[in-house]
């Protein structure tokens, strides 16, 4: 069964710390991974997408890793800022046809940054 | 652009009423989607559709319908409204033509109470 995990379910920090949110997978056969940001009461927007050559991809503050040998990947946030509160879902993509792929959506990390 | 847009962001509704979740794009987006996002679940498809008047079923498609009549339109239609059926909704749009990684876009949702 194709399934992503995450953890932890919910983070709090300070204001300018770092933290680092996990996303595993049991998708099969993987496509790509993507991280998305959902602020409340909004829709998710992608911050940013691993495919499976990729190890390592940074968007600003954001870099997320990957290990397609464990399937598992990462998401570090530099810095923290109190915009960064908010939820992070990990999506894996998988199937062999374009356009068609299926995604499986974890259940998110609530993060919540605190002055 | 406006990006992804639905109708209406709240909405309660009394057991076995109907009601149209709208939702259109400004993209030029040739796939469309919606989910449904249940408190600590993950995002479940409910119904796509690659280009206007082609439609299928997702996961959980049980008590909807929908319609794509133009490319920018992709309403959502729940019949007989049940309880299960409480949820936010959102409604996604992604560009197939120019990447095989393009993200999603999503709208901001609609919270729909059904008692």
Request: aromatic residues 10%; proline residues 4%; charged residues 15%.
């Amino acid at each position: 069964k194709n399934q992503v995990e995450q953890s932890p379910q919910s983070l709090i920090i300070l204001e300018g710390k770092n933290c680092t949110l996990q996303c595993n997978y049991t998708v099969s056969p993987f496509s790509n991974l993507r991280w998305y940001k959902q602020d409340t009461g909004r829709g998710p927007v992608s911050l940013t997408i691993m495919t499976f050559s990729e190890n390592t991809k940074s968007n600003g503050r954001y870099t997320a890793t990957l290990d397609a040998d464990t399937k598992q990947s990462s998401l570090h946030i530099t810095a923290s800022q109190l915009s960064d509160s908010a939820s992070y879902i990990c999506v894996v993509s998988f199937g062999l046809n374009f356009g068609n792929e299926k995604l499986t959506f974890g259940t998110g990390t609530r993060l919540t940054i605190i002055p | 652009n406006a990006g992804v847009t639905q109708t209406p962001k709240f909405r309660i509704l009394k057991i076995g009423q109907s009601m149209t979740l709208q939702c259109t794009q400004d993209m030029n987006h040739n796939y469309m989607y919606w989910y449904r996002q249940d408190p600590g679940m993950g995002l479940k498809l409910i119904y796509y559709s690659v280009g206007a008047g082609i439609t299928d079923k997702g996961e959980v498609p049980n008590g909807y319908n929908v319609s794509r009549s133009t490319t920018e339109d992709f309403p959502l239609r729940l019949e007989l409204a049940a309880p299960s059926q409480t949820s936010v909704y959102f409604c996604a749009s992604r560009d197939t033509g120019s990447s095989y990684n393009s993200p999603l876009h999503f709208g901001n949702g609609t919270r729909l109470t059904v008692t």
